[in-house]
């Protein structure tokens, strides 16, 4: 039996008028670790209060399941935040906007074009492997010196959106790279924290400096999206789809000329939310993930042993991999999962919220809260699991993949599931088999091991680090 057929009430933390919860909430961990720490007082599922809104938690696999995917329509919703509000034009984008028509058109469409440009043809394939071939070229000419890859990387995963979203794609040192690079690290770290600390809205108690901060920073990204909008309209073509923004472009100009589709909303804000998403989610998950990575490699050098065995017997040295290598590669899959388990790029999901009553529990407007966090770090269902064991996705013999457990999301799931989870899959692990065949990657001399905590956002960075990637014997010709 689901929590949701229960004519009880989750426990409630304590709570008072207007602040709700707030004299609970104090905590000096992050809100993911804190809320699966009150599991130990409260249980798996409670309740608390965020200023005037009702919020219950959730910490299993269980109950996840039955909001995201056996009542998945009931909790599609999304609640509106100041600062979401600010980056998304009050929410006229897909991961931010609430549950409408407008939104479920805009999702299709997406996920259409997305099927279009990148799952379903080669040439996606290509722009990563492009890619990944001029980032460890970088690495080769700053051998063993320390470097601090995360430009390259971002640079790296910003081209594969770019080439998606724009048919375009950034040199080093691009000023407009730059740029970006700062204005989305200011987004990341100001927007949506206010949906788990927003308790005076009307007076935007929010503080004042971060606002400011989103604030400029959304109009440099604003900027940005409007120019490469403003160049595919001047250059746009009734035959031709090159990209993201022209099949958005397409499908307006169409649906402009077809009474049946008029008021699906594809205003020009709502065309450029949703590319300011994809374009958004793109860079920061995978670049995100790929950080994760290089952490926990250097932290566990005979993990990065045994997959360069693993890429040594499969590929070689001669050739580089390709996409049709992922079922050969099962230890590089095993680690790439184990990764987004114990980082999980989103910890506590987007917040989802119910859109109507629900049995006898759950109100409308309520908002729930998915701790990711306590799914993948769940004890019942993991065997320590706190430590990085990319075996726990192999079978005994290590030849086959499997799930020890059902309590792993790290893309969520159903209506609201990640439109990005096979793009960003394909990403990794070509990136990750290209910069693997050819360094070795470790801590620089007199450089301490990168911290394993992570800075908690709207996405769950890793901290700053330095690496030095070593050039393997006999893959100079590659
Ligand atoms: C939503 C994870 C990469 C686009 C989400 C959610 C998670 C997630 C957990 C929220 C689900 C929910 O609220 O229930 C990840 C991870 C990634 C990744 C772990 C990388 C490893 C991407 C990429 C794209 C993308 C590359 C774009 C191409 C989106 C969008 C949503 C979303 C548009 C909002 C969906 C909605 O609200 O309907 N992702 N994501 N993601 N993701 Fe990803
Ligand atoms: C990242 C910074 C960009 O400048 C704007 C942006 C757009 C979409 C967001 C993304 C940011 C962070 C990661 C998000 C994504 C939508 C879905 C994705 C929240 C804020 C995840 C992991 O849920």
Redesign the pocket.
């Known amino acids: 039996q689901g929590f949701l057929a229960d004519d009880r009430s989750p426990p409630s933390l304590p709570s008072l008028p207007i602040i709700g919860s707030l004299l609970s909430l104090k905590s000096d961990s992050p809100p993911h670790v804190f809320f699966q720490q009150l599991q130990k007082k409260y249980g798996d599922i409670y309740s608390l209060m965020m200023g005037s809104h009702k919020v219950i938690i959730i910490n299993n696999h269980h109950h996840a399941k039955e909001v995201?995917l056996k009542k998945g329509k009931t909790f599609a919703g999304?609640p509106r935040t100041v600062t979401t509000d600010i980056l998304t034009r009050d929410g006229k984008?897909?991961?931010?906007?609430d549950y409408s028509a407008t939104?479920r058109f805009h999702?299709k469409m997406?996920h259409g074009a997305?099927c279009m440009f990148?799952e379903g043809t080669a040439s996606i394939e290509k722009i990563i492997c492009r890619e990944a071939s001029s980032m460890c070229e970088i690495l080769t000419n700053l051998q063993s010196t320390a470097v601090d890859m995360a430009p390259e990387l971002t640079r790296a995963v910003t081209n594969v959106?770019c080439a998606?979203c724009f048919s375009s794609s950034y040199k080093r040192g691009d000023p407009e790279f730059e740029a970006m690079l700062q204005y989305s690290q200011g987004i990341v770290d100001t927007v949506a924290k206010d949906s788990l600390v927003d308790i005076f809205p009307w007076l935007q108690m929010f503080p004042n400096e971060d606002l400011r901060i989103l604030k400029r920073c959304v109009s440099i990204r604003d900027k940005l999206l409007q120019k490469k909008y403003e160049e595919h309209k001047a250059d746009y073509s009734d035959n031709i789809q090159r990209d993201l923004l022209d099949v958005l472009l397409h499908t307006k100009r169409r649906s402009e000329n077809n009474a049946s589709t008029q008021g699906v909303g594809l205003t020009d804000d709502h065309l450029l939310m949703t590319v300011g998403?994809?374009f958004g989610?793109?860079v920061e998950?995978?670049t995100?993930?790929l950080k994760w990575s290089i952490v926990y490699l250097i932290h566990h050098p005979q993990v990065q042993k045994k997959i360069q065995e693993e890429l040594d017997s499969k590929i070689g040295r001669d050739r580089h991999p390709l996409l049709s290598d992922r079922g050969n590669l099962p230890y590089l899959e095993a680690t790439i999962r184990e990764v987004?388990r114990i980082r999980?790029?989103?910890p506590l999901?987007?917040?989802?919220v119910a859109l109507s009553n629900c049995e006898y529990t759950v109100q409308k407007g309520t908002r729930v809260i998915?701790n990711?966090w306590s799914l993948h770090h769940d004890e019942k269902e993991w065997k320590k699991p706190e430590l990085f064991i990319p075996e726990r996705f192999l079978d005994e013999e290590g030849n086959s993949l499997c799930y020890p457990t059902p309590s792993y999301?790290?893309?969520?799931?159903?209506?609201?599931?990640?439109?990005?989870?096979a793009?960003?899959?394909m990403?990794?692990f070509l990136f990750l088999s290209w910069t693997l065949q050819r360094f070795t990657l470790g801590v620089p001399t007199g450089q301490p091991l990168p911290d394993l905590h992570g800075k908690f956002g709207v996405v769950l960075q890793p901290q700053k680090y330095k690496v030095d990637a070593k050039l393997r014997p006999d893959v100079y010709g590659l």
């Open positions: 995201l999304r984008d897909i991961a931010f906007a939104w999702r997406v997305l990148g959106v998606l998403d994809i989610a793109g998950t995978t995100t993930v987004l999980p790029v989103s999901l987007i917040p989802h998915v990711l999301l790290p893309f969520g799931a159903g209506v609201r599931v990640c439109l990005g989870e793009l960003a899959k990403e990794l």
